[in-house]
């Protein structure tokens, strides 16, 4: 059986390495807003005080979230309309609305509109 995914904000099991020069590395995958999880470490002297600056560095990291949190992984289908509804809308060049020598309009009589 799989492991069931992170939530967003949430971080896994905390490893701990020694790396070469004595120091204790100790790292977690966190799941970021972007919902790409992401290996992150820090280091320390000790188990304890490596753990206690990657906890330190993960609830810095979970501040971060996007700039417009109107909408969130959890939201109903309904509000995402409801927010693509008010922005306005580009030009569309789909096929249907290019000038075509039937209808009788030129590219410049698009541009003057």
Known sequence: MSRQRLTIGTFGEIGHLVSPNGRVVARARYRDWDEKTRLVQATGDTR??????????????SLYQ????????????????????????????????????????????????
């Open 66 to 113: 996007p700039s417009s949190s109107a909408l969130t992984t959890d939201s109903p289908f309904p509000d995402l309309v409801r927010i693509l509804a008010r922005r306005p809308r580009a030009r569309s060049l789909h096929s249907g609305n290019l000038p075509t020598a039937r209808s009788g309009m030129s590219w410049s009589a698009m541009d003057r509109s």
């Open 48 to 61: 304890k005080s490596a753990e206690r600056a990657l906890k330190a560095k993960l609830a810095d990291r």
